[in-house]
């Protein structure tokens, strides 16, 4: 019998299963006007052109529903349905509702007993990894060794030792402009651009804020902290200089105002405070630095300015020498102008480090700013002058520079970006000490760089922090949570010789802070995928990342040498390597990846380097709208369309890789690849070894559609990918073709929508992977609640194609002159890249230069008007209805919501494997659901999760011995579900999530035991089928930013809680669930969010995070010694209580700024740490809470007594008043 009529079979064998067949499969709709008498039942395999020919109005099946029918028509419908399938009672009025709705035909499901509730979920952030976004400020506590970055949108990032990380945000949003630490006092100071200052409390595991003030008439520019001190100087835009309490966070009344400041040195105001520091040797004496050139020593308790230094350059930044005679200032025009305290007249040397020095004794030529200077010293050599900035106007194109000056050496270090700020670690937290610099800390715009300035050549550390994850844009990404434990420690002993060499032999300096508890012992991977081809794989166990291991897969095709020649890759505008999917079997080790260039790459581990001479490719000819092509004759390219059945292997070419100039009658570019093969022998290291290239040739002049899903089994041996067009299945241990098929074709007979052949346009604009798609100018605002890859029809073609050929020469000519125009128009409307999409914020889009890219933007008319692959799951499980027992199938999901099964029949293993082909044919099993098919798996009869058949990752560079090969390649992992060789009454689920609702589906029966509504009015991003608490559950992620989890099989929801809402295409991209409740996603171009949502994870996490401040002995002072003691030198202290205090300077307007508490006082202390230092803090803050209550205790009484005496005054008038009188006198 012939697959088609065993296919047939199969499905009238289902016909008389009752109600939960018709629920499952096409469901029916006929136009109302048919009689209502009893007519013979129709053969299965008609009715879905009964559905089609209904459907002909246009009205999509997977599109959301709109007008409702009335009852009658409703009743009616379901007459109908009687009559056809001897329903005896009609049951789809019940799949509108929200809640899991069962069905009960006569044979009951089985009942399984869930153990999952909503009381096991809870939602909350863990861990944020990566380089801080945008970052603008940087601060360093050089007793407690800890380093703080704050960015442009508010975020703050602490980092200690490698694995001490937290991150932490300001609620407004505002940019952090200045951070100041509180020297081993475990508190930070951050000013935000909206003249806020925050007092952060770091010795709690997750810091919070204790007391914020916001300035209401001036706005903030500078703030600088001396050591051990309380109180903050606060410069502002007007040049005035205010002074807050930083344990109260209240105002002092005493204030440096402008005007008196610089009294008659300066006709006109001097600009805002930029410079803000107190004499490392007397803390009396405070220099402030105004933009416009001015500077002023400032005597706090004669309130006057002692010395006045001006320059006519702009300042950026000074600098005192240690000693406190001497300070450095850096100016716009890229000179240094170091001074001597007692001489305000002139400056005492001036430099111009990068500035050609003019011969007559000429001012040098101005350079661009120096941005920030700093003046270091050392006991034992010449001082450090650090700088950056400053380079010549010439110097076109170069990159930014740090200058060290030390002595009468130069170094200029270049940085691959922008500097933001840099900081000089210093050996001692005292300004009036020898400095003695170790480090400089470089914070670039994409990058934190850490200088050794104790070796020749300053070297760079190894940066520990994983703050390299947007090395080239992130383009995808996967997360598996409970992997094999061998698999970390293999992929780190290859990716360690991966290692650059030339860095710092010390270890990296901020070590501060200590880790928390592991709690979790699993191991953890994330893999990301790169634009520019690269796959990393990152240690993500117990809450922290390091990477493991890098895959460049670029390096199999070969490069062009110079802008203008791109022959092959000029159809995708930049990154041609991008990974755009990614599949990974852990316990196999085989790795697939799908590129931009619609190409795949399947990928072995191996520990041995080989070298191979030529790397296996396979061409794919998957274009099935019309066949206008004639395709050339020749080996290397597949044939066109194979029938439906029995699909015959086409297998690899011996000779080398084909020739991509093959060109179709009309001159147009066809059976080329995207890329070019190397055709040289290539090394490849141990790692992940390429087994096989698989790639997409044009068509006709028109470019391959992007890959949409892929899917690849060890134990099959096979891999298979879509896209709009169809599906190819492949083996990569024979490298051949077994399937090549459109979307169509896989329907065969059954295509419920009946699409024929078209008129032949062809769009340029390919549609791309689901979300790749979404942009918020293409969306029609109709079609806001549809999800942008569901559509109503396909212009793939029949079977009756070669009919139309005639007809379809004619036409050809125009429809291709219109497609260019179309696509052009579409081009200019929409050419934002859907790769990077946002990474890259600064593409030029030009009107008149058109480049067909692949990874445009698609308009709704092609996304309606194509049915792409968008799901593929390799399972063992019941084919068709008939099947008495599992065999192996691939199920197939489409953006219309259609899950079609291919069986696939495998040789033996070993020898025969290699030897005979196997057989793959479509069953002729369709199912149907709302939406676009996301993931697919599948459960045993006990509810346990059936894991796809893999065999398990061994060595295959090494000979194999002879009884190695006699054992079954085969292997499955141990499961406490029952095996799938029981008695036949035993059945299997299958879960599917769609775009739209949940399935349950009972097989061999295909009964729709359970289904539930996902969302209405939105679309599910992500859905994952993962494992938590010993059971399983069914994750998704919606559009409209829902978290959702629902129990299996029935589909109970358990949790609906509302996180962010999809405001880019990055957490679109990027979002995915695992195992153990966890999941994360890009929530910058830089940065990975996790979080979690298991309640067990969520109470854990206390104990897992880090502790930023561990108790440290502050360094002693500096010793003065006698001689400096006796006359009057060494530093002079200052009692800034009696100055700055209440008592002596008076109350500040209280209209200048505004007091907030913040939330996290008592509230901090509740997560704050057990032991030493969570008992300090609670400690502290609760004697704070009881000194503040004793305070307010202490008026109230005041107040009272106060009204007593009063009282008692008035009371003695009174008797006064009236003691002569008479009664009578009242």
């Known amino acids: 019998m012939d697959a088609a009529a065993a296919a047939g079979a199969s499905r009238g064998g289902g016909a008389a299963q009752g109600p939960p067949a018709a629920s499952c499969l096409l469901p029916l709709t006929l136009p109302l006007t048919l009689p209502?008498?009893?007519?013979?039942?129709?053969?299965?395999?008609?009715?879905?052109?009964?559905?089609?020919r209904s459907s002909r109005s246009g009205t999509p099946l997977a599109a959301p529903p709109g007008p409702r029918a009335s009852p009658a028509e409703t009743m009616r419908k379901f007459n109908i349905r009687k009559v056809l399938d001897g329903l005896t009672a009609g049951s789809s009025s019940a799949s509108q509702q929200p809640q899991p709705q069962q069905h009960t035909?006569?044979?009951?499901?089985?009942?399984?007993?869930?153990t999952l509730q909503s009381e096991h979920f809870q939602l909350c952030k863990t861990v944020r990894h990566g380089f801080p976004y945008q970052p603008s400020a940087l601060a360093f506590d050089p007793v407690q060794k800890i380093l703080a970055v704050g960015t442009q949108t508010g975020a703050l990032r602490l980092f200690g030792r490698p694995g001490v990380e937290c991150y932490c945000q300001h609620d407004s949003g505002a940019a952090v402009i200045q951070l100041q630490f509180l020297i081993n006092e475990g508190a930070l100071v951050s000013a935000l651009a909206d003249d806020t200052l925050h007092l952060w409390n770091l010795r709690q595991k997750r810091p919070a804020i204790l007391h914020s003030l916001k300035f209401c008439r001036e706005r903030v520019t500078f703030c600088h902290l001396p050591f051990q001190s309380k109180w903050l100087y606060v410069g502002t835009e007007r040049g005035n200089i205010h002074i807050v309490n930083v344990e109260s966070f209240t105002l002092s009344g005493y204030v440096i105002m402008w005007n008196k400041a610089i009294e008659l040195s300066s006709k006109s105001h001097p600009g805002p405070i930029v410079h803000i520091s107190d004499n490392p040797m007397d803390e009396g004496k405070l220099l402030i630095g105004f933009e416009s050139g001015t500077v002023v020593l400032w005597d706090l308790k004669s309130k006057k300015g002692d010395y006045r230094y001006t320059y006519d350059e702009a300042i950026h930044s000074v600098a005192w020498h240690h000693e406190g005679k001497q300070f450095i200032c850096s100016h716009s025009d890229g000179t240094l102008t170091i001074w001597n305290v007692r001489s305000p007249a002139k400056p005492v040397q001036t430099i111009t480090p990068h500035g050609k020095q003019l011969k007559d004794g000429k001012k040098p030529e101005p350079c661009k700013p120096i941005l920030k200077v700093e003046f270091k010293t050392s006991r034992s050599g010449e001082p450090f002058i650090i700088l950056s900035g400053g380079l010549s106007y010439d110097t076109v194109g170069r990159r930014p520079c740090l200058t060290v000056m030390h002595g009468k050496s130069t170094a200029v270090l270049e940085m691959d970006y922008s500097i933001v700020d840099f900081l000089t670690l210093c050996e001692t937290?005292?300004?009036?000490?020898?400095?003695?610099?170790?480090?400089?800390?470089?914070?670039?715009?994409?990058?934190l760089v850490l200088i050794d300035l104790a070796q020749n050549g300053y070297p760079i550390f190894e940066n520990p922090y994983p703050l390299s994850i947007h090395e080239s844009p992130v383009t995808c990404c996967e997360y598996f949570a409970d992997c094999p434990v061998d698999l970390i420690p293999a992929l780190y002993s290859v990716g360690a010789r991966q290692k650059r060499q030339g860095y710092s032999k010390k270890e990296w300096p901020i070590n501060g802070g200590n880790w928390g508890l592991g709690a979790q012992s699993y191991p953890e991977i994330i893999i990301t995928g790169h634009a520019d081809g690269s796959v990393k794989f990152w240690d993500a166990s117990a809450i922290t990342l390091q990477v493991l291991y890098k895959l460049k897969t670029a390096k199999v095709f070969e490069k062009s040498r110079n802008k203008d020649d791109k022959p092959n890759t000029d159809i995708v505008d930049e990154d041609p390597y991008a990974i755009q999917i990614i599949s990974w079997c852990p316990e196999s080790r085989m790795l697939c990846i799908a590129g931009v260039s619609a190409h795949v790459i399947?990928?072995?581990?191996?520990?041995?380097e080989v070298i191979i001479e030529v790397i296996p490719m396979l061409e794919v000819r998957l274009l099935y709208e019309i066949n206008d092509v004639e395709s050339p004759e020749g080996e290397q390219a597949p044939p066109l369309s194979t029938p439906v059945g029995a699909a015959s292997p086409q297998p690899i070419p011996p000779q080398s890789h084909p020739s991509t100039s093959s060109s179709s009658s009309d001159g147009l570019r066809d059976n080329v690849p995207c890329l070019k093969v190397k055709n040289s022998p290539l090394k490849q290291s141990p790692g992940y070894q390429a087994e096989l290239i698989i790639q997409l040739v044009w068509v006709g002049g028109e470019p391959p559609q992007q890959i949409t899903s892929l899917a690849v089994n060890s134990s099959y041996g096979l891999v298979v990918f879509g896209n709009c067009n169809g599906i190819a299945i492949v083996d990569y241990l024979q490298k051949a073709v077994l399937l090549n098929l459109g979307t169509i074709e896989l329907y065969g007979s059954n295509d419920p929508y009946r699409r024929e052949p078209r008129s032949p346009r062809k769009s340029r604009q390919p549609s791309g992977a689901g979300l790749c798609d979404i942009n918020e100018g293409t969306v029609v605002p109709e079609d806001r609640c549809k999800s942008p890859t569901s559509g109503s029809s396909s212009p793939l073609n029949s079977d009756d194609e070669q009919k139309m050929n005639n007809f379809i020469e004619k036409v050809k000519t125009k429809s291709r002159k219109f497609s260019k125009m179309v696509a052009s128009d579409i081009a200019k409307m929409s050419r934002k890249l859907s790769l990077p999409t946002d990474l890259k914020p600064d593409l030029d889009v030009k009107d008149n230069s058109f480049s067909r890219s692949r990874s445009s933007s698609v308009t709704s008319i092609d996304k309606e008007s194509r049915e792409a692959i968008s799901a593929l799951h390799f399972c063992e499980t019941f084919t068709r209805k008939a099947d008495s027992s599992p065999s192996p199938c691939l199920w197939v999901g489409t953006t219309l919501g259609t899950v079609l099964v291919i069986a696939l029949n495998l040789p033996p293993g070993g020898e025969q494997r290699l030897l005979?082909?196997?057989?793959?044919?479509?069953?002729?099993?369709?199912?149907?659901?709302?939406?676009?098919?996301?993931?697919?798996?599948f459960l045993d009869t006990t509810g346990c999760l059936v894991p796809p058949a893999y065999e398990s990752w061994k060595e295959h560079n090494v000979p194999e011995e002879k009884d190695e090969k006699e054992k079954l390649k085969k292997k499955r992992p141990v499961s406490v579900s029952p095996s799938s060789s029981q008695e036949i009454s035993e059945n299997q689920y299958a879960v599917i999530c769609s775009e739209k609702q949940a399935k349950v589906i009972s097989l061999p029966t295909q009964n729709c035991a359970y289904k539930q509504s996902i969302t209405e009015t939105s679309?599910?991003?992500?859905?994952?089928?993962?494992?938590?608490?010993?059971?399983?559950?069914?994750?998704?992620?919606?559009?409209?930013g829902h978290i959702m989890s629902f129990s299996l099989p029935s589909l109970r929801p358990l949790l609906d809680v509302y996180y962010l809402p999809l405001t880019n295409m990055r957490i679109a991209r990027t979002f995915c669930f695992t195992n153990n409740g966890q999941a994360l996603y890009l929530v910058s171009p830089t940065e990975i969010q996790r979080l979690t949502y298991s309640q067990e994870t969520c109470e854990n996490l206390q104990e897992m995070l880090g502790e930023l401040f561990t108790p440290v002995e502050t360094p002693e002072a500096p010793n003065?010694?006698?001689?400096?003691?006796?006359?009057?030198?060494?530093?002079?202290?200052?009692?800034r209580e009696e100055l700055f205090g209440e008592s002596s300077s008076g109350k500040a307007s209280r209209s200048l700024a505004q007091h907030i508490p913040g939330p996290g006082g008592i509230e901090g202390v509740k997560g704050a740490a057990s032991g030493v230092v969570g008992e300090l803090a609670r400690a502290r803050l609760a004697l704070d809470e009881r000194g503040q209550k004793l305070g307010d205790l202490e008026e109230r009484t005041t107040a009272m007594l106060s009204s007593a005496d009063s009282f008692s005054k008035h009371a003695h008038e009174m008797m006064l008043k009236y003691k002569d009188k008479k009664w009578y006198q009242f």
């Open 36 to 52: 209502l008498t009893p007519a013979p039942p129709a053969p299965p395999w008609k009715l879905p052109s009964a559905r089609a």
């Open 105 to 114: 035909p006569g044979n009951r499901e089985p009942e399984i007993q869930e």
């Open 429 to 447: 937290p005292y300004a009036n000490d020898f400095q003695e610099p170790y480090a400089v800390v470089v914070l670039l715009e994409k990058d």
């Open 602 to 608: 399947i990928y072995r581990f191996s520990k041995q």
């Open 916 to 937: 005979q082909p196997v057989i793959v044919s479509p069953s002729g099993t369709i199912l149907r659901l709302k939406g676009g098919i996301l993931r697919m798996a």
């Open 1019 to 1040: 679309f599910v991003l992500r859905g994952d089928i993962v494992a938590l608490s010993n059971s399983i559950c069914l994750a998704c992620f919606c559009a409209n």
């Open 1120 to 1135: 003065r010694g006698f001689f400096k003691g006796l006359f009057g030198g060494g530093a002079q202290s200052l009692d």
